[in-house]
């Protein structure tokens, strides 16, 4: 799966969600966005939820990790923990 990466841990409000929100119009079924940000963006993920799109969010060690994808059967729970580990695509 592609990840699109946003770092998101510098951002002010709103600019997390905004920039999120524009990659989340860009996604395919191969892709998702990786986003890691130092709170739960609450937010973006009802709206993922309301669009019907698959989404998880894990916090490890005060960041937060965040997968949104088109896919409904991919599982993010192995991309997230992957990516926590080693956070280098």
Not at 12 to 33: F, M, Q, T, V
Not at 56 to 80: K, P, Q, T
Request: net charge negative.
């Amino acid at each position: 799966m592609n990840k699109i990466y946003l770092d998101a841990r510098e951002m002010e409000h709103p600019e997390p969600l905004e920039k999120a929100i524009a990659i989340l119009r860009e996604l395919d079924n191969e892709s998702c966005l990786y986003m890691i940000h130092r709170k739960n963006p609450l937010p973006l993920l009802a709206l993922a939820k309301e669009h019907n799109l698959n989404s998880m969010a894990s916090e490890a060690d005060g960041v937060w990790h965040i997968l949104i994808c088109i896919d409904r059967d991919a599982d993010l729970e192995s991309l997230i923990e992957n990516n926590i580990v080693d956070e280098r695509f």
